[in-house]
């Protein structure tokens, strides 16, 4: 499931990337002073009381300016508000209610959305100023008294949020479908991959770029399973991005590939690797899924009885941060190998669901151990008392050790390929949480 989404928005210069900053806890949004500065959303993660949610930073509304720069931060805004489940409409206690106030929450009353009205930089403790009160006359129900700059208030602002949030589904772990999102650089195959899985002409196929905006669910059951592919617009290049709408869908491929159980990565066999593929490829790294690297166009390209084998090796080299990947040549044109693609989605889907008892993976750590001992520093040697498996999706490995500043990186990398070795885990990322024994409880 996707997590729900909230959007920040208000006009120009009230605070919101600031707010932005703070609640997502880190400074991921460029803050200034300069009215207009935030151009583009920019979207991170947020966590209350338990609920997780995705937040989008907007630029600020001028509902009736005529300059280019702001129509088209308007418009992003728009879209961030069309698919928000929430909205925080940010206001300045400094400046009181103003006319720009009053239309952008004219427009946010139109979207039938819940708002969630936070009037910032309320910096002083205490009983607020006499213009808090003014903010009532917005008619969007009790404002909420925050300073982004020093965090007041914000617990309350997202006390208020977390009331709107859809109910969380119940997910089934028992489920046999297996949900794919199929991502990659525009015009790389993906709708015309789709279509040809799910035997009919059921996304709109062109050769012109960008033709996918939304992501849209197909499902799908044969005789390989029950699988539901969501297909997703292309990303692409900032520099190439002008459009509002396709700045956009990169937000609405993230939301996909969190949804899916697996990923498939397309590459253009005609123009190879690219920079945006490895980006592209680093969202379903980052998050976590099972991936599958599937080189669509194949039956396009001139080959000699070398060519899979030289394209296979630069690709193991350009996406050498996600090894486990397996690679395909497919046309989703000619339908070559698109059974054997059905097959690898099941399979890496059970390698990212395994789960290995604690004794095997002792075994398996005692065996590296012996096998090549564990770094030193300054006379100290790092001991790994013992590892057990956490949770599943993807496999995540506990390992409690004496000293976690003596755990580098490379004997993380040679441990987990020693139990990829036994274990498979194909396709599948792993992850290493390092927890030190507690020094106050030695005996």
């Known amino acids: 499931m996707s997590k729900p989404v909230v959007a920040v928005v208000g006009r120009p210069n009230v605070g919101k990337s600031t707010l932005f900053n703070k609640l997502c806890g880190q400074r991921l949004a460029i803050v200034d002073d300069t009215p207009g500065v935030t151009r583009d959303r920019i979207y991170g993660d947020c966590e209350w009381l338990g609920r997780e949610m995705l937040l989008i930073d907007t630029g600020g509304i001028e509902p009736y300016s005529d300059d280019i720069i702001l129509s088209q931060m308007r418009r992003q805004a728009q879209l961030a508000i069309d698919s928000a489940d929430v909205i925080i409409f940010v206001t300045d206690v400094r400046t009181g209610v103003v006319a720009t106030d009053e239309e952008v929450a004219s427009m946010l009353q139109k979207s039938g959305k819940p708002i969630v009205l936070c009037v910032n930089k309320s910096d002083s403790l205490g009983e607020p100023p006499a213009e808090f009160y003014e903010f009532y006359n917005l008619g969007l129900g009790d404002p909420i008294q925050v300073s982004a700059v020093h965090g007041h208030g914000t617990g309350d602002l997202l006390d208020e949020v977390i009331k709107y949030l859809p109910e969380e589904e119940e997910t089934d772990e028992e489920t046999d479908t297996v949900k794919v999102a199929v991502i990659g650089k525009p015009n790389a195959g993906k709708s015309s991959l789709v279509n040809k899985m799910s035997g009919e002409e059921r996304m709109i196929v062109s050769d012109i770029a960008g033709t996918t905006r939304d992501a849209t669910d197909t499902l799908v059951e044969n005789e390989h399973g029950s699988f539901v592919f969501i297909d997703t617009a ?35 066999a005609t123009e190879g690797f690219t920079e945006q593929d490895s980006k592209v490829a680093g969202i379903a790294h980052e998050l976590g899924k099972a991936s599958i690297i599937a080189v669509n166009k194949w039956d396009l390209v001139e080959k000699d009885g070398k060519t899979m084998d030289s394209f296979r090796k630069k690709l193991m080299n350009d996406f050498s941060f996600m090894s486990y990947a397996p690679i395909i040549f497919i046309s989703a044109k000619t339908g070559q190998r698109i059974d054997r693609l059905f097959e690898l989605i099941k399979y890496v889907d059970t390698q990212n669901a395994m789960r290995i008892s604690t004794g095997k993976l002792n075994d398996v750590l005692a065996s590296a151990t012996a096998r090549v001992q564990p770094p030193t520093d300054k006379g100290k040697r790092l001991k790994i008392y013992y590892m057990t498996q956490a949770s599943t999706r993807p496999p995540t490995f506990v390992c409690f050790v004496n000293n976690k500043d003596l755990f580098h990186y490379s004997y993380q990398r040679y441990l987990d390929n020693r139990i990829r070795e036994v274990f498979g885990l194909e396709g599948t990322p792993t992850k290493f949480v390092i927890r030190e024994r507690d020094k106050n409880n030695k005996k």
């Not at 991005?241 to 949804?259: F, L, N, P, Q, T």
Request: charged residues 35%; positive net charge.
């Open 234 to 268: 292309g990303l692409r290049r900032k520099s190439k991005v002008d459009d509002a709408i396709e700045k956009y869908s990169v937000i609405r491929a993230r939301m996909a590939v969190e949804r899916a159980n697996v990923c498939v990565i397309m590459i253009d």
